[in-house]
């Protein structure tokens, strides 16, 4: 972050787009309730590890890492507290070792719980445990009032609703409680499966949704007969038993591993089609056998990117977007041949492009990303050619009513994301609410 005339420059994680603001930071609640106040207008920011322009606005931006302490572990009943900066790799060092995991977690443990919330934010067991909205018991929230609110399903219901994947356009929250998943050990029962093509990858998912946690990785610039191509890993937390002898003395402790760092970013040359293809086939062929049968500790299955510290320095300077939709499952076939035969004729591969199966949950948390589907999530450098392809798969995704996740994006159209409905709070307001609102 560059200062700039009392401004500070602010991205997301894709580095795209960059808003000179207005940067607040600090822990104490009478001092957000006044900057509230005074503000025209300002959106909360947890961890900044959004993609997109969710957590960006042009003339205040919240910070709320400082809000960074635990309240309460009961360890009775599992049930967590703390303030809304907490990130979800501190609350793992110490609930893991107790015989807890987080109920939901995405792809990164770097996030505030305030984030979660937020986003709503889902992961690898979205088809089989929900969301991380489904596991709050309430939260504190400042109104644009400056008022503290109690939120519950029982207790301000509909702001509490509202606040679930509401993308901070209802207020701060400053405290959460919410539930616990208890575990055996901090290990993962894996399998990992090479799909040959789209059909076979579908068959995986199909025949493996009794599994917690599923999610694919595909090749996206497979054409033809190898469209498709992925690697399916499903998984269970392993039980006592099932741990190899040498992590049976010790089955709740957490190894931390070195981290590697991209120091600087690389030039824009460095990720073209060539590296791509070359990455995706040294990806697949890593596994050798068509099936393969390991534990492995939960880092490695839940947060492989986490191990690289600013991979997204790999983008170069003008950063990425990540497009991720969903599209209804009885399209799945025939819409995601569509889309992967769109970028494989662009020739602008991702390196990572994440296929997951989702379930519609609770209809009250009606600003929800799932629906009954699978959903594809894509990385694509920021260059000249992009807003033409988005445009292109934004038509896709429409023709087979879908819908783009937020936390995600920066660039599509507005009937896309429009299933996040906050009422008018005139006060907390985002550049993505502002993009979207002058589409209209
Ligand atoms: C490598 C990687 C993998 C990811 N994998 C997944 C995944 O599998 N599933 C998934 O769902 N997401 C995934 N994400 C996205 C990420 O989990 C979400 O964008 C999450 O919301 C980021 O949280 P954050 O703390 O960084 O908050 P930010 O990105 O700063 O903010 C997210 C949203 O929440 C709001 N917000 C933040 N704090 C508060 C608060 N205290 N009060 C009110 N509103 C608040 C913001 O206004 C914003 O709209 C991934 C991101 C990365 C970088």
Not at 36 to 47: D, F, L, Q, V
Not at 74 to 94: H, K, P, Q
Not at 293 to 320: C, E, H, M, Q
């Amino acid at each position: 972050m560059k200062k700039v005339d009392n401004r500070t420059k602010v991205t997301n994680w894709g580095k795209y787009p960059v808003v000179e603001t207005h940067f607040h930071l600090t822990s104490d609640i009478r001092k957000i309730t006044e900057i509230i106040k005074e503000s025209p207008s300002i959106i909360a920011r947890g961890n900044g590890r959004s993609y997109g322009d969710n957590s960006l606005n042009k003339d205040h931006i919240l910070s709320t890492v400082k809000l960074d302490k635990f309240i309460s572990f009961d360890r009775e009943n599992g049930i967590f507290e703390c303030e809304a900066g907490v990130i979800l790799s501190d609350i793992l060092d110490t609930i893991v070792p107790e015989g807890f995991f987080l109920p939901v977690t995405p792809g990164t443990k770097l996030i505030t719980v305030g984030g979660a919330i937020g986003a709503n934010v889902h992961g690898k067991n979205n088809h089989s445990e929900g969301c991380f909205g489904d596991y709050i018991l309430d939260f504190n929230l400042i109104t644009e009032k400056g008022e503290i609110k109690k939120c519950s399903p029982e207790e301000n219901s509909e702001l509490f609703w509202n606040t679930i994947g509401g993308m901070g356009l209802t207020g701060i929250i400053i405290s959460v409680r919410f539930t616990l998943k208890k575990i055996q050990t901090a290990y993962i029962k894996q399998v990992v499966i090479k799909a040959d093509n789209l059909a076979e990858i579908f068959k995986c998912f199909d025949e493996s949704e009794g599994w917690t946690y599923s999610v694919a990785w595909i090749d996206c610039l497979q054409k033809g007969s190898k469209m498709g191509r992925s690697v399916f890993m499903i998984g269970e937390h392993a039980d006592l038993t099932e741990l190899p002898a040498k992590w049976k003395a010790m089955p709740l402790l957490h190894r931390k591993k070195t981290k590697l760092n991209i120091p600087f970013n690389f030039p824009s040359f460095v990720l073209n089609t060539f590296t791509v293809k070359a990455f995706n086939f040294l990806y697949y062929f890593k596994q050798r056998r068509k099936v393969t049968n390991t534990v492995v500790d939960y880092d490695s299955f839940f947060y492989p990117l986490d191990a690289v510290n600013n991979w997204n320095r790999i983008y170069g300077k003008n950063g990425f977007i990540q497009y991720q939709f969903i599209i209804p499952k009885e399209a799945g076939k025939e819409g995601m041949t569509e889309i992967l035969k769109t970028i494989a004729r662009s020739g602008q591969g991702s390196f990572l492009a994440v296929l997951k199966l989702y379930k519609k949950g609770n209809p009250k948390a009606h600003n929800s990303f799932p629906i009954d589907g699978y959903s594809l999530a894509l990385d694509f450098k920021i260059d000249k050619k992009l807003p033409a392809l988005v445009k292109e798969l934004d038509e896709i995704v429409e023709y087979y009513n879908g819908r783009i996740y937020l936390a995600k994006d920066a660039m599509s159209r507005k009937s896309l994301i429009n299933y996040v409905k906050v009422p008018e709070t005139g006060k907390f307001d985002s550049v993505q609410h502002e993009r979207i609102e002058s589409q209209m």
